[in-house]
Nanobody, 126 residues
Framework: QVQLVESGGGSVQAGGSLRLSCAVF????????MAWFRQAPGKEREGVAR???????RYADFVEGRFTASFDNAKNTLYLEMNSLKPEDTAIYYC????????????????????WGRGTQVTVSS
């Protein structure tokens, strides 16, 4: 059983930065594909960044180079460094994992992920 625990959310002003963390517990020796999603009030959950089982990172178009995802093998933790934050980035950010079944075409389909964290709130004020 895989458990994901997010942390690092908070409130910042526009233009500020935050770093989110997603610690992975209970993982087997198998590599996981992982992703960051977000959900704003009244909106659908959308993909933000994706790390494949080969540690290749991909980003949603709206990221526009502002966010960087990384993975620390020693800590078994996925990070999302967010810079130049905008009010429209306000959302609950979720970490998700899959055992390698997600493809590039489905990487931002939340229905393809089997494991989810509880989320961490990010609020960006103007």
């Amino acid at each position: 059983q895989v458990q994901l625990v997010e942390s690092g959310g908070g409130s910042v002003q526009a233009g500020g930065s935050l770093r989110l963390s997603c610690a992975v517990f209970g993982n087997t020796n198998d590599r996981l594909g992982m992703a960051w999603f977000r959900q704003a009030p009244g909106k659908e959950r959308e993909g933000v960044a994706r790390m494949s089982v080969f540690r290749v990172m991909r980003y949603a178009d709206f990221v526009e180079g502002r966010f960087t995802a990384s993975f620390d093998n020693a800590k078994n933790t996925l990070y999302l460094e967010m810079n130049s934050l905008k009010p429209e980035d306000t959302a609950i950010y979720y970490c998700a994992a899959d055992p390698g079944l997600v493809t590039t075409a489905t990487m931002f389909d939340p229905n393809k992920y089997g494991y989810w964290g509880r989320g961490t709130q990010v609020t960006v004020s103007s």
